[in-house]
């Protein structure tokens, strides 16, 4: 973008020179090295279910927060409940049956291909029942971590729409950045390495420590990625926002 062009003229030629933006938004100045990063949740899950049930209860709105272990939504699995029990007396009764046909057949009264006909309906039955019970395991979602809620989709009383996810949740415990750096700082960025990180919505300084550097360099505008991980206070620090990332040049050893 030409903000004040260099104009030469010479004869009826019109040069205009321009300096080029080539990429993210680099600063240095006599005290340390900056660039801009974008805060990240460790952790984003999307939950999911194949339970064709109506939601009985969603405890936690969007925005609230919850703990590892807290209830987030449950089911009504009335109707799995039943299903359950039906197949769980059906298999009873199948392993009964398989029983006497094993007694008829040491007696010379049953043939064998009565008893495996008998032994295959015991197994189906039994297997049955065990899905059924591995489905009621879905019946309530529990918090996996502590976090908040980003997206509430379902209502108590609604029917899940089959492949939406239900909620959308976030740790917002543990949080990490982004940044985009000059490939030549690579010549004194290491893991382990501490700065300093302003949030632009908020205006906290946070303390930062580099985690692991991107695995590859961009060949056109020469950055790479760096994670690093957030400490300090978070409270009022949120996924998606963003800021500036500062190196002092005294850690930074001759770059």
Same mark, same amino acid.
């Given at each position: 973008?030409?903000?004040?062009?260099? %104009?030469?003229r010479?004869?009826?030629?019109?040069?205009?020179?321009?300096?080029?933006?080539?990429?993210?938004?680099?600063?240095? /100045?006599?005290e340390?090295?900056?660039t801009?990063?974008?805060v990240?949740?460790a952790?984003r %899950?999307?939950?999911?279910?194949?339970?064709?049930?109506?939601?009985?209860?969603?405890?936690?709105?969007?925005?609230?927060?919850?703990?590892?272990?807290?209830?987030?939504?449950?089911f /009504?699995?009335?109707?799995y409940?039943?299903e359950?029990?039906?197949?769980r007396?059906?298999?009873?009764?199948a392993?009964? #049956?398989?029983?006497?046909n094993?007694?008829?057949?040491?007696n010379?009264?049953?043939?064998s291909?009565?008893?495996?006909?008998?032994?295959?309906?015991?197994?189906?039955?039994?297997?049955?029942?065990?899905?059924?019970?591995?489905?009621?395991?879905?019946?309530?979602i529990?918090?996996?971590?502590?976090?908040r %809620?980003?997206?509430?989709?379902v209502q108590?009383?609604?029917?899940? %729409?089959?492949?939406?996810?239900?909620?959308?949740?976030?740790?917002?415990?543990?949080?990490?950045?982004? =940044?985009v750096?000059?490939?030549?700082? =690579? *010549?004194?960025?290491?893991?382990?390495?501490?700065?300093?990180f302003?949030? #632009? #919505?908020?205006?906290?300084?946070?303390?930062?420590?580099?985690? *692991?550097i991107?695995?590859?360099?961009?060949?056109?505008?020469?950055?790479?990625? =760096?994670?690093?991980?957030?400490?300090?206070?978070?409270?009022?620090?949120l996924p998606?926002?963003?800021g500036?990332?500062?190196? /002092?040049?005294?850690?930074?050893?001759?770059?």
């Amino acid at each position: 973008k030409c903000n004040e062009p260099i %104009v030469s003229r010479i004869g009826v030629l019109v040069v205009a020179l321009c300096a080029l933006d080539i990429g993210p938004a680099l600063a240095q /100045d006599s005290e340390s090295f900056q660039t801009r990063g974008v805060v990240q949740s460790a952790s984003r %899950v999307e939950l999911r279910s194949d339970l064709r049930a109506t939601v009985a209860t969603a405890a936690f709105d969007e925005g609230m927060s919850f703990v590892s272990g807290d209830e987030l939504l449950k089911f /009504d699995c009335s109707q799995y409940k039943a299903e359950l029990e039906s197949a769980r007396a059906a298999a009873r009764g199948a392993s009964i #049956e398989l029983k006497s046909n094993l007694t008829l057949h040491r007696n010379g009264a049953a043939g064998s291909s009565e008893v495996g006909l008998a032994r295959a309906t015991a197994e189906k039955t039994r297997l049955d029942a065990k899905a059924l019970q591995a489905s009621m395991k879905h019946c309530e979602i529990m918090a996996p971590f502590s976090g908040r %809620v980003v997206a509430l989709n379902v209502q108590p009383l609604e029917m899940p %729409v089959q492949g939406e996810p239900l909620m959308i949740i976030v740790d917002n415990t543990s949080l990490r950045l982004e =940044l985009v750096i000059p490939s030549k700082w =690579l *010549r004194w960025v290491r893991a382990g390495q501490e700065f300093r990180f302003e949030v #632009e #919505e908020t205006g906290a300084v946070h303390k930062a420590r580099v985690k *692991r550097i991107g695995a590859e360099i961009d060949p056109v505008s020469q950055t790479a990625k =760096l994670y690093a991980q957030l400490t300090g206070d978070l409270e009022n620090t949120l996924p998606g926002m963003s800021g500036v990332a500062i190196f /002092d040049k005294s850690g930074a050893g001759n770059g």
